[in-house]
């Protein structure tokens, strides 16, 4: 089944200690978003890829960077993890840009120690 | 710029009742309107969408949404729930005309009593 997928699901690292998250997609869709969630709140766009060009939040931090080498992957990196960075990161792929639908992969859930 | 409301943070149903989840959203123009679920811990699935056209949508899992323009809402409802749908609901909007991002509501818990 053509899907979206995200690991790791659960990440622990260290206060300081960069770490990157992985989103692959077997749907061949040209979008590929990274949203923030915590607690109990809706998911915060972070940025996105329409293909290769990078589109990013305005109030997205600068210690959030992402890379997309192919039309499969895209990754989140942050560069020093705050305690206020733990959350949930869900990756989503559209097909194109404007009146579409985005589906959404399971999410890694970010610890920071 | 559009926005979604979502008035109700916390819902209980009893088993096999009716439901209903309000959404009001904001934008000037025609929206393109979305009901996603999320179970603790995963992501969040797409339920219904709403483009355009006929105005009562059918979902996944026995979920309908019916847009109302005149009263800028797009309400989630399901004749009988089950225990299963106990879970985090989001409304979200988008904007017509090419802007590829969505904005979410905060969300309304649903809460099952057996």
């Known amino acids: 089944d053509a899907m979206v997928i995200q690991n790791p699901r659960y990440q622990v690292t260290q206060f300081g200690k960069p770490v990157t998250l992985s989103c692959s997609q077997t749907l061949n869709h040209n979008v590929m978003y990274w949203y923030q969630q915590k607690s109990s709140q809706a998911p915060k766009l972070l940025f996105h890829y329409y293909d290769k060009d990078f589109n990013n939040e305005a109030d997205t931090p600068d210690n959030f960077q992402s890379r997309r080498p192919n039309t499969s992957f895209c990754f989140l990196d942050i560069r020093s993890p705050g305690l206020g960075d733990a959350a949930m990161y869900l990756c989503?792929?559209?097909?194109?840009?404007?009146?579409?639908?985005?589906?959404f992969g399971p999410g890694t859930r970010l610890l920071v120690l | 710029a559009q926005s979604v409301t979502q008035p109700d943070i916390h819902i209980t149903v009893s088993e096999g009742a009716s439901l209903e989840l309000r959404c009001n959203y904001s934008y000037g123009a025609t929206p393109y309107l979305f009901w996603y679920v999320q179970s603790p811990g995963q992501g969040l699935q797409l339920l219904l969408k709403y483009f355009s056209g006929d105005t009562l949508v059918q979902g996944i899992k026995g979920f309908e949404a019916e847009f109302k323009r005149s009263q800028s809402s797009f309400n989630l409802r399901k004749p009988s729930v089950h225990w299963s749908d106990a879970a985090e609901y989001f409304c979200a909007v988008g904007a017509w005309g090419g802007d590829d991002k969505i904005i979410f509501g905060k969300g309304t818990r649903l809460h099952i009593l057996p």
């Open positions: 989503a792929t559209s097909r194109d840009a404007g009146r579409v639908s985005q589906y």
